[in-house]
């Protein structure tokens, strides 16, 4: 029982104090370090140097966000250049594409005429050998026929008595 009348009176005594508002204080942490050493004077000079310090910092910052904004800046537009580059690189390779396929049309081309200049050749060379074929042929035409004339007109000489013989070529 005591200790359930001891628990009790502990409870109520939580709630009173969480009921009852705490003062807050306004001081900020060099008002209450004053107050704790009271030690004015260095805590004045430890304020000067933290407002110095704090005044220094706010310029480094505001520095830092300058540069901040420069390099931003710069990534803009070196983005924007990039772009470019990237729309100049892709032109040029549909520029390559065409030309592939000019060249491989213009090979096609030459690749042709190729075929038509052997042609040419082949037909030329087929041509000047009937030819050389023909006059052969002429020739040995001509050598048959005078060699049957000289058959029919005998051997010897001609079937009428001539003085000169026929003789063969």
């Avoid at 090979?107 to 050749?121: A, H, T």
């Amino acid at each position: 029982m005591k200790v359930a009348k001891l628990l009790y009176t502990v409870m109520i005594l939580s709630l009173l104090y969480v009921a009852v508002p705490i003062e807050t204080a306004s001081a900020g942490m060099f008002d209450r370090i004053k107050d704790i050493y009271q030690a004015p004077d260095k805590l004045d000079e430890l304020q000067e140097a933290y407002d110095a310090s704090i005044k220094a910092v706010e310029g480094q910052l505001e520095d830092s966000r300058r540069q901040a904004e420069q390099l931003l800046q710069r990534q803009q537009e070196l983005e924007s250049s990039n772009e470019a580059i990237r729309d100049q690189n892709e032109q040029m390779q549909a520029r390559n594409e065409e030309l592939a396929r000019e060249n491989a049309r213009l090979v096609g081309q030459m690749e042709e005429l190729e075929q038509n200049r052997q042609s040419l050749y082949r037909k030329a060379a087929i041509a000047a050998g009937a030819l050389v074929a023909l006059i052969a042929v002429y020739a040995l035409s001509v050598r048959v026929w005078r060699y049957l004339t000289w058959r029919r007109q005998g051997r010897g000489g001609r079937a009428h008595d001539d003085s000169r013989g026929v003789t063969l070529p």
